[in-house]
């Protein structure tokens, strides 16, 4: 039988995720089929194949509405700034990114065809009711997927495809996290088992959500969003450093790099981000207590607290402060982890039907 096609995309304002395999090596460890790039889409100024130029495969180019665009890992080298529209799922920069995580997912599988069998998306929690009905109808719509040279064999020759997908789910993001933290649990985890609940925390770029579980069965009236993530300590951080070195607020990704580096190379001067690590600590502080005052812990009778999403490694220390009666469980590759588990729910539902 023809193994069935499932690709996973997580489009988040700092990155987005695309899942697409999964197997285990000989030594039973997990390998996954899995893509991260920044969800930047910069304008094309020079076609590069036109100009005769050497082409990067990892800067893939998509034409949407008139205007050519770049996207995938090497979009570009520099930094470039981030729009956090509201309506993101209507933006041309949300259909640049689905074409190119398509497109990576069907290179990296080594074919090109028509029909995706499952395409598996989500959105955080407050707009899962109200926009999840319309991602379903975005993501169902056939669009054309640029072809790479070497896999135009795949395509009678064709460098661009319209692509299709049959079937597609569409859930709470932080739904994945769970979904992902359930593969290798054993069957009397709290994680499976009705009346035990579980909370995963996923403090996104622009929203920190909160999906509670009842086993495996979601209890949306427990969960929730609300604006503010990662962006909101990044903002915190650029307007200090810049006000301290005369710079003007720093891009977001230049902030989120310097602190995980230790500096921000300006080329006229270098930065040290040390003294700005307790900055960022004391925002994810109060992010957690606005989060804590939507929420009455002591009658929730949480079993577990899982942290997941690309904010996570940043939240940790703050939830284990003001937590300290849970053990809050990091997930390893958190950035990962919600792709992850919509593939792995994708996988369910086809082998349900």
Not at 67 to 94: C, K, S, W
Not at 268 to 287: C, H, N, S
Not at 320 to 340: H, K
Request: aromatic share 8%.
């Amino acid at each position: 039988m023809k193994a069935r096609t499932v690709i996973a995309i997580d489009i988040g304002y700092g990155n987005t995720k695309v899942v697409w395999s999964h197997s285990l090596d000989k030594q039973g460890r997990s390998r996954w089929g899995e893509i991260c790039f920044r969800s930047i889409t910069p304008n094309v100024v020079v076609n590069e194949e036109s100009a005769g130029l050497a082409s990067q495969p990892d800067r893939i180019l998509i034409e949407h509405n008139g205007q050519a665009y770049y996207a995938g890992p090497a979009a570009t080298m520099g930094v470039e700034a981030r729009f956090l529209d509201p309506n993101y799922i209507e933006t041309d920069q949300h259909e640049v990114l689905l074409r190119t995580s398509i497109h990576l997912a069907m290179r990296e599988l080594g074919h090109f065809t028509n029909t995706i069998d499952l395409m598996v998306v989500g959105l955080p929690v407050s707009g899962f009711t109200n926009r999840g009905r319309r991602l379903h109808e975005i993501a169902m719509q056939a669009r054309p997927i640029p072809v790479p040279k070497h896999l135009v064999h795949t395509t009678s020759g064709a460098s661009s495809i319209e692509v299709k997908a049959l079937q597609c789910l569409v859930l709470p993001q932080p739904f994945g996290g769970l979904r992902a933290a359930g593969q290798n649990a054993s069957p009397d985890d709290p994680i499976y088992q009705p009346g035990k609940l579980t909370m995963l925390i996923d403090p996104g770029y622009r929203t920190l959500d909160w999906f509670v579980s009842n086993g495996m069965s979601p209890e949306l009236k427990l969960s929730g969003s609300f604006d503010g993530g990662v962006s909101n300590i990044l903002r915190t951080v650029s307007q200090q450093v810049g006000f301290d070195h005369g710079t003007g607020s720093l891009e977001f990704d230049q902030v989120e790099e310097g602190l995980s580096t230790g500096k921000i190379n300006l080329g006229f001067k270098v930065i040290d981000m040390a003294p700005y690590q307790k900055l960022a600590v004391d925002a994810a502080k109060r992010e957690i207590a606005a989060f804590l005052g939507r929420i009455d812990m002591n009658k929730a009778r949480l079993s577990r607290v899982l942290l997941a999403g690309g904010g996570a490694k940043l939240y940790e220390k703050a939830l284990q402060d003001r937590l300290p009666g849970y053990t809050i469980e990091c997930m390893s590759d958190s950035v990962m982890s919600n792709a992850r588990g919509y593939w792995l729910a994708g996988c369910d539902q086809l082998a349900s039907t």
